[in-house]
């Protein structure tokens, strides 16, 4: 794809230690060379015709970053406004989180009964603006221990905030700018434009969360390492967050499992709470931990990925814990906005094509390899415990495994559940009854809602029924996979070849053009906590329509009995 990424420019801002500090912007076209990427630079005094001018120039996807609140003079909530009226394909900042504050945030959490929020009452009391990010006017005065360190506090922060209030007025369309920037009391604990809440004694750690469809997976949390002693409360200032000195590491769950996963499962509910569920990327959730595990959240950033290739800001979580790393997630960021009508017809496409060839597939298909390569599949691993084959079409995988478990206890056999978008294929797979269950489903759905139909997640199965799915989609799926999968994921991977793909199209099938999801698996490599066992190329099937001969490497990747689960899953199930 060609995908424009759209940038906050500093021009005119007068931001200058911001933006000395924010000097290097995020970088995904260091992480890929499936996609090109083009930077465009958005100016708040000519954002309109800025964006109409990237726009012009018809790029695929866009990637929104920008970042300005309505009290910064830099292109963000107003201008993404705009730009998300022109309804492209497009992740990234949403102007409605940008429009949110952080005290919206608490209110949305404590409405939610989650994530756990700092209270207002005792002291001592913590003073930040309600707006922004990267700890400005964060400093020591900002810890209050009584009401005369307050009343200080909240007279500067106000005298501070006077230019922010200035452009929030323009921004939301004020005529009279300096009477409402006077209208706010500057003893106030109640402005709307200023935190004051209980001060967490602890410790800051930030938390990642990507979206996923309609779920999303919490990463490994990491740690801020700073200077020994650097502020009295141990919390992060705007000259200390970014001093040269201050890193960040990421915790190892084998240390205290149980506080790994509460950080997790605060930044899930945070990532719910916050306005970021639309922005088809996710948020890192900055959160105070104190000493007895308690975690709180404190605000939610909406970009989970800096994609800064060096630097002490690397996005760790994603290099050391998510499946594919930094190209997965470009793909999982694209995936998710095409969970959309134009895949969704195409599936219907596609599907109508296999319900006609069901009458007759298992026939055609003795004619090819593929029945002799699912033999050895089945005969060679272990699928023990619950299996879910995408894409099963006729349901030749679990006919064979059934064959090879037949002499086995009942309790022994495993549960088989087949998912494919063809009812024809289905029909006649449940005719052999070897499955279990089979339904309607696509493959990255049947995962996310896995659920729905079982417990657990033993084994993810899907043999040559990944050729029609997109490179972005495909990523999506393994991602679940390595995710979701207790013991193994085993699949092929048909090398579709350009003489394959034109002939289809000449024959009247654009929406039957395939992909080699090869470089792809190949970039996976192995995630930790797994081990490639099987990577062979061999003959698998000669297609009936274009007379193509068609190879394809079978995979199995198995997880390691005592490798760590570092990634939580989480998909809301609403009741009925």
């Known amino acids: 794809?060609?995908?424009?990424?759209?940038?906050?420019?500093?021009?005119?801002?007068?931001?200058?230690?911001?933006?000395?500090?924010?000097?290097?912007?995020?970088?995904?076209?260091?992480?890929?060379?499936?996609?090109?990427?083009?930077?465009?630079?958005?100016?708040?005094?000519?954002?309109?015709?800025?964006?109409?001018?990237?726009?012009?120039?018809?790029?695929?996807?866009?990637?929104?970053?920008?970042?300005?609140?309505?009290?910064?003079?830099?292109?963000?909530?107003?201008?993404?406004?705009?730009?998300?009226?022109?309804?492209?394909?497009?992740?990234?900042?949403?102007?409605?989180?940008?429009?949110?504050?952080?005290?919206?945030?608490?209110?949305?959490?404590?409405?939610?009964?989650?994530?756990?929020?700092?209270?207002?009452?005792?002291?001592?009391?913590?003073?930040?603006?309600?707006?922004?990010?990267?700890?400005?006017?964060?400093?020591?005065?900002?810890?209050?221990?009584?009401?005369?360190?307050?009343?200080?506090?909240?007279?500067?922060?106000?005298?501070?905030?006077?230019?922010?209030?200035?452009?929030?007025?323009?921004?939301?369309?004020?005529?009279?700018?300096?009477?409402?920037?006077?209208?706010?009391?500057?003893?106030?604990?109640?402005?709307?434009?200023?935190?004051?809440?209980?001060?967490?004694?602890?410790?800051?750690?930030?938390?990642?969360?990507?979206?996923?469809?309609?779920?999303?997976?919490?990463?490994?949390?990491?740690?801020?390492?700073?200077?020994?002693?650097?502020?009295?409360?141990?919390?992060?200032?705007?000259?200390?967050?970014?001093?040269?000195?201050?890193?960040?590491?990421?915790?190892?769950?084998?240390?205290?499992?149980?506080?790994?996963?509460?950080?997790?499962?605060?930044?899930?509910?945070?990532?719910?709470?916050?306005?970021?569920?639309?922005?088809?990327?996710?948020?890192?959730?900055?959160?105070?931990?104190?000493?007895?595990?308690?975690?709180?959240?404190?605000?939610?950033?909406?970009?989970?990925?800096?994609?800064?290739?060096?630097?002490?800001?690397?996005?760790?979580?994603?290099?050391?814990?998510?499946?594919?790393?930094?190209?997965?997630?470009?793909?999982?960021?694209?995936?998710?906005?095409l969970q959309s009508d134009i895949l969704i017809n195409r599936s219907s496409l596609v599907s109508q094509v296999y319900d006609n060839m069901a009458p007759t597939y298992d026939v055609n298909a003795k004619t090819t390899e593929i029945p002799k390569v699912t033999q050895r599949i089945v005969s060679e691993f272990d699928f023990s415990g619950t299996v879910f084959d995408l894409g099963c079409g006729t349901g030749l995988f679990g006919r064979l495994l059934r064959e090879a478990q037949s002499s086995l206890p009942p309790r022994a056999k495993s549960t088989l559940l087949g998912f494919d978008i063809s009812h024809g294929m289905l029909k006649v797979c449940e005719q052999h009854g070897a499955y279990n269950s089979v339904h309607i489903d696509t493959m990255e759905t049947a995962l996310i809602n896995f659920a729905r139909y079982a417990e657990k997640v033993d084994h993810v199965v899907f043999l040559s029924s990944a050729l029609l799915i997109s490179p972005e989609v495909f990523s999506f799926i393994l991602v679940l996979c390595f995710t979701l999968a207790n013991k193994s994921i085993t699949f092929t991977v048909d090398h579709i070849t350009e003489s394959y793909n034109r002939r289809v199209v000449e024959n009247g099938y654009p929406h039957m053009q395939g992909t080699d999801h090869l470089k792809a698996v190949e970039a996976f490599g192995e995630p930790p906590g797994w081990r490639l066992k099987r990577g062979e190329r061999e003959t698998f099937w000669t297609s009936p329509n274009t007379g193509d001969l068609v190879y394809a490497t079978c995979f199995r990747f198995e997880r390691e009995a005592d490798a760590s689960r570092d990634i939580m899953f989480y998909k809301e199930e609403l009741p009925n």
């Open 1 to 337: 794809m060609r995908i424009c990424v759209l940038h906050s420019s500093y021009e005119g801002s007068g931001l200058g230690a911001l933006e000395e500090v924010d000097d290097v912007p995020p970088q995904p076209q260091a992480f890929t060379d499936q996609h090109t990427f083009e930077n465009k630079w958005i100016r708040k005094s000519h954002a309109i015709k800025d964006i109409k001018a990237a726009v012009a120039e018809g790029y695929d996807f866009y990637f929104n970053f920008l970042w300005g609140t309505p009290d910064d003079p830099v292109s963000g909530a107003k201008e993404s406004r705009y730009f998300e009226s022109l309804a492209l394909p497009s992740c990234g900042v949403r102007s409605c989180e940008r429009f949110m504050t952080k005290n919206d945030f608490y209110a949305n959490a404590r409405l939610r009964g989650s994530p756990p929020v700092p209270g207002t009452e005792t002291f001592p009391l913590f003073v930040k603006p309600a707006n922004g990010c990267a700890s400005q006017m964060i400093d020591e005065k900002s810890l209050c221990h009584d009401e005369a360190e307050l009343k200080g506090t909240l007279g500067r922060i106000n005298k501070a905030l006077y230019e922010n209030r200035i452009n929030r007025a323009k921004n939301l369309g004020i005529a009279d700018r300096e009477a409402y920037a006077n209208s706010y009391d500057p003893e106030s604990r109640s402005s709307d434009d200023i935190v004051v809440q209980e001060f967490i004694e602890g410790v800051d750690m930030t938390c990642t969360v990507i979206q996923m469809g309609q779920a999303c997976l919490a990463l490994t949390p990491f740690v801020y390492k700073t200077k020994a002693k650097a502020t009295k409360g141990n919390f992060l200032t705007f000259d200390l967050k970014h001093d040269d000195d201050t890193s960040i590491e990421l915790l190892k769950k084998k240390d205290d499992p149980a506080l790994f996963e509460r950080i997790q499962r605060v930044a899930i509910n945070a990532f719910m709470a916050s306005g970021c569920r639309t922005s088809n990327m996710g948020c890192d959730v900055d959160l105070r931990v104190r000493s007895d595990g308690a975690a709180f959240a404190i605000e939610v950033n909406p970009m989970p990925a800096a994609f800064m290739p060096t630097g002490a800001f690397q996005d760790l979580p994603i290099i050391h814990s998510l499946p594919g790393g930094h190209r997965a997630v470009i793909n999982i960021f694209i995936a998710n906005e």
